[in-house]
């Protein structure tokens, strides 16, 4: 058996399926599967009929978007890298077609064969433009004309003010050359995930040649104030998602959420 990858060892440890039911994930979950309904809607005004519609999960970790969707009648194919997350995405025993598979090289698809693609995982774990490039455009090779796809990405002030500072690995980063002077994260594998600003990911949109129809802040400040949530009522929590979803989409607020999803359109 071969050695583990540094990604395979820590999803063998880290529980994903835990952090999105956590408030803070959930603030995420919450506000993709909002405006992945959005784009459905639009893509249903055409076909209406749920079982019609084929979904692409890439990078589908242990299948909480994947399930959900299934479960909602749509037609989902999820493909995930990780042995482990993939073991619990089948246990579920949900209606998803789920495969072990690379964003890089989706050659068991052919061209055109998903209304919506969903890049929720994979650009967090490649670390160059050339790289993340590469799984952008196998997203559109596989998405149908008109289709919908969905890119989420680790923000770099979130990796600096936490990281850097808030838990003092700023000094040491900078001396390492983890941090260039512009404070950009510079990340190789051994780091694990991957942090952008918000001009590479407009840089990777127009590499594509992909239609931008939003880019909103997933969860805002929602991983800042993880105590905060957790101490809040019912009430007072469901105001946060209101207040959320009503200013995720502003300017101002988008570069320094710890996930940004690009919403982009194949023309």
Do not use: W
Not at 11 to 34: A, D, I, P, Q, W
Not at 194 to 212: F, H, P
């Amino acid at each position: 058996m071969g050695e583990f990858s540094p990604l395979e060892k820590y999803y063998n440890k880290f529980n994903e399926e835990k952090r999105l039911l956590r408030r803070h994930g959930n603030v995420e979950f919450v506000t993709s599967m909002h405006y992945i309904h959005d784009a459905l809607e639009q893509i249903l005004s055409e076909t209406d009929s749920p079982e019609q519609t084929k979904i692409i999960d890439i990078g589908a970790g242990t299948g909480r978007y994947s399930v959900a969707l299934a479960e909602e009648g749509f037609d989902v194919t999820a493909v995930e890298l990780v042995k482990y997350n993939l073991g619990i995405l089948k246990k579920k025993n949900s209606t998803v077609k789920a495969y072990q598979g690379n964003a890089l090289k989706l050659k068991k698809f052919a061209d055109g064969s998903f209304d919506l693609s969903l890049l929720f995982g994979p650009m967090y774990h490649l670390y160059s433009f050339e790289e993340k490039l590469r799984a952008l455009s196998e997203a559109k090779r596989v998405t149908k004309k008109d289709g919908f796809i969905f890119v989420a990405y680790c923000m770099n002030e979130f990796c600096v003010l936490t990281h850097g500072f808030r838990e003092n690995f700023i000094k040491e980063s900078l001396a390492a050359g983890k941090l260039d002077e512009t404070f950009q994260s510079v990340s190789t594998e051994e780091d694990l995930y991957s942090y952008v600003r918000i001009e590479e990911i407009d840089a990777l949109k127009e590499g594509a040649e992909l239609e931008r129809v939003k880019l909103i802040s997933a969860d805002g400040p929602a991983n800042y104030m993880r105590p905060v949530l957790n101490a809040m009522d019912e009430e007072t929590y469901a105001l946060f998602l209101r207040y959320h979803l009503a200013t995720c989409e502003r300017e101002e607020l988008l570069g320094a959420a710890a996930h940004t999803v690009d919403i982009l359109r194949k023309r």
